[in-house]
Every structure is written in C-alpha cells, then in structure tokens.
C-alpha cells in the first residue's frame, strides 16, 4: 500500500533496482578506496604529527583520525579550545568523564586536582553517574564530558553538573547536534542497536540534539560560549566544519537548581 503518496513500484522496475544496488555498491567501494588516500598535510595539535590523516567513521570521514595519537576532529578541536580559552591552571580542580588518553596527560600536568570518572569503565578514579553524582556541591572548577549527553537524561546531567561546579566554573561538552532541527528527536520506540543507529546515528544513542539544546544548556543555569570549528583550523587540523564545543559557564551569584524532567521534543508520528 502506497503511504504519503509514494507510488508503489512495478515489479520488474523493483528487480532491476535490486540488481542496480549491487552493481552500484562495487563501485562504490571502488571510488571509496581511491579515496582513502587524500594526499593532504594536516597538523595535529595533541602529538604534533604532520602529514596524511586516515579515515574513520561509519560512513568514514576522510583525514578524520591522527595515525600517531588516534584522535579525532572533536579531540583536536578540544585541545584548541584549551590552547585558545581553557585557561587552566594549577589552583583548579577538574572532573572529567569518559577520558580521553591523550588528555590524562595534558590535564594532569596543568591542574591542581585531576580526576577521571566513568560510569562503566574500571580504569577510572571515581565510578559516577553523571545523572546523579555523588559529590558535593561546588566542587569542580570544570568539568569535560564529551560525547555523553546523548546517552543519558540530559536535564539530569546538566542539573547535576551544574550543581558540582563551584561559581565560575565550566562545563565543556560535545556532542552530535542537528542545528537546523527546531528540536531534539526522541524516539523511546526505537529500543533495538540497528534501530538506534538509524535513527540516531549510533547503536547506543538515545536521542538526536537540535538547536533546542542550547535552550536546555541555558535553563540548567548555564552562561554559553560556542566554540566552533572554522577555517583554516579545519583544514589544518583536519575538523568536521561547524562542529561546535559548548563552553557553560555557571555565573558567580549562581544557585544550584534542580533537573528538569521533561522536554519539548520532535517525535515521530
């Protein structure tokens, strides 16, 4: 039954689209191959490696990962945000999810108090719920939590970062944003990995950010600062163009406030 009005097709215009695909898809592989070899010069700003970057990713993104340190775009787009804003220093605390092995370094040589969380991972100093951490409040100076608010509540996040950082204090994230959507996608429907990945780009992803999300980020309490990836930065540290790391700052006079529990979301109908 056609739906939306898509007519349906002739069935022997069906055969010859499955046959098509096939051929399609050789040459496809072919021309993906080719490309695998860019030839172009990137720096990046963690190891310091000069040269061709290799490709990464599901669809692959070319010149995407540093063959020296592993990183990728968000990692290097990071250290440049610490080079150009981090402004970190020995007196601050800092609390980071999920961490990166390139940074353990970097952070632990500038910080005063370096400590790693994670709520899975057993090579992490404190195993934490970024939903509802156990730590007192005003704790943190910052905080680093890149690629996790897709997984999780991110109103509980938010509140409970916020919450942690003393006044003053950063919360860094990154995440997988949609800027011309209006609103976040949920879709609660979607439960299985091949679902999840349709639909959000990742088999463990629970949601797709629109633009909306800087409203959450700002209802948390949070000041923002986006720090964006632009040229020549992009063409020479090999970023995604227009990939974006939000810097929240909690004001100074800031009280802590509660998670919110809903959100105005686009699902589908």
């Known amino acids: 039954m056609a739906m939306d009005g898509i007519p349906v097709p002739d069935p022997r215009r069906a055969r010859f689209a499955r046959a098509a695909l096939k051929r399609i898809r050789q040459r496809r592989l072919r021309e993906y191959e080719a490309m695998m070899v860019t030839g172009f010069t990137r720096t990046c700003p963690i190891c310091g490696y000069i040269g061709e970057f290799a490709p ?16 990728r775009e968000r990692h290097r787009l990071f250290k440049l945000w610490i080079d150009r804003r981090g402004n970190i220093t020995k007196e601050m605390s800092v609390l980071h999810f999920a961490p990166e092995l390139a ?21 992490v100093d404190l195993k934490l719920n970024i939903e509802a951490l156990e730590l007192a409040d005003r704790s943190f100076d910052l905080i680093i939590a890149h690629q996790i608010m897709e997984h ?5 996040a938010l509140a409970e970062c916020f919450r942690c950082l003393t006044p003053g204090g950063r919360l860094i994230v990154t995440t997988p944003v949609i800027e011309t959507w209006e609103t976040t996608y949920v879709n609660p429907d979607m439960t299985t990995a091949r679902q ?35 040229e020549p930065d992009v063409s020479t540290y090999a970023l995604v ?16 406030r509660p998670a919110k529990k809903a959100t105005k979301t686009m699902k589908k109908g």
């Open 241 to 256: 163009r227009g990939e974006t790391l939000y810097e929240m700052t909690k004001p100074a006079d800031a009280a802590p």
């Open 103 to 123: 940074f353990e370094s970097i952070l632990r040589a500038r910080t005063g108090r370096y400590v790693t969380a994670d709520l899975l991972r057993a090579k």
């Open 152 to 156: 999780v509540d991110h109103h509980k």
């Open 196 to 230: 999840r990945l349709l639909h959000f780009g990742q088999k463990d992803h629970s949601r797709y950010f629109g633009r909306d999300l800087k409203d959450h980020m700002r209802a948390a309490g949070f000041d923002l600062y986006e720090f964006v990836s632009v």
């Open 56 to 71: 990464v990713g599901e669809p692959p993104r070319l010149d995407g990962v540093c063959p020296l340190c592993r990183s």
